[in-house]
């Protein structure tokens, strides 16, 4: 997440240009040796304009399974010239 962030940011040591991207994770956890996943992470990175301005949007959804736990983080960031 605060690789994102950075690249967003512009703190990129590359140059390389931020691409619009869609991202699933899924969060597991160890029990027993056993992997079992508890839920997931989704991502994306739109570009757009907000106000004449580009910007990037950032959407950071979590879920736990069964709905228990729903995160969603958005950011909006200017975005790199």
């Known amino acids: 997440m605060l690789s994102l962030l950075l690249l967003a940011l ?4 590359s140059a390389a ?11 597991n956890r160890v029990v027993d040796g056993e992997t079992r996943p508890i839920g997931a992470t989704w991502q994306s990175v ?10 990037l949007k950032v ?10 736990f729903d995160m969603r983080d958005a950011f909006v960031l200017r975005a790199p010239a």
């Open 17 to 27: 240009p931020i691409r619009d991207s869609e991202t699933c994770y899924a969060i």
């Open 46 to 55: 739109k570009h757009d304009r907000l106000d004449g301005v580009d910007v």
């Open 10 to 13: 512009g703190a990129s040591p």
């Open 59 to 68: 959407v950071v959804h979590q879920r736990g399974v069964g709905g228990r």
